[in-house]
């Protein structure tokens, strides 16, 4: 008959499988309990317990907390968003240009905010290699080098072409 795992059969099991979902460093882990035996908590016990006993239910509960605060964030957002277009509403109602601009300009944040929170946003930098001096001098250099090799220096300038226009 197979063995229970330490951890397992440990009485305060749920707090350390609390502490190993969080992603509590294992020895910070281990030196907080001892077994039932009074020996100290093994942090190889707590390794072997994180990778084949640990519930997969607490992971998913995890992912889980992490979903709805991003679904708090994003519903905080639009909350604020359909504010700021209620005030711009009322200021054109009312003829406060200058309070209308201002809520136009935080509707405006709340949008980018909420386009970035979604991932409609993409501001990463495109770079383009195929325009830079760089790429044209190594182009250059590795075509040069196969000149002795003609064959091998159509072939590659072909790659290069297709591999450009591709990009391009």
Not at 15 to 37: C, G, H, K, M, N
Not at 63 to 71: F, Q, S, T
Not at 127 to 149: A, D, F, K
Request: proline share 5%.
């Amino acid at each position: 008959m197979a063995m229970t795992c330490t951890v397992c059969r440990h009485p305060a099991r749920a707090a350390i499988d609390a502490a190993l979902v969080a992603d509590e460093p294992v020895r910070a882990v281990a030196s907080r309990y001892v077994t039932q035996s009074g020996r100290p908590l093994g942090h190889m016990a707590l390794y072997r317990h994180k990778d084949e006993c640990l519930p997969a239910t607490l992971v998913k509960a995890q992912e889980a907390a992490e979903v709805a605060n991003a679904d708090t964030l994003l519903a905080q957002v639009r909350t604020l968003q359909a504010r700021a277009l209620g005030i711009l509403d009322t200021a054109e109602g009312t003829g406060q240009l200058m309070a209308a601009l201002a809520a136009i300009r935080e509707a405006r944040g709340c949008l980018e905010l909420l386009g970035k929170l979604m991932g409609e946003l993409d501001e990463r930098p495109v770079v383009n290699v195929l325009v830079s001096p760089e790429w044209h001098q190594v182009r250059g250099v590795l075509l040069s080098t196969l000149q002795p090799y003609p064959d091998a220096r159509a072939a590659v300038a072909g790659a290069l072409v297709t591999l450009e226009s591709r990009n391009a």
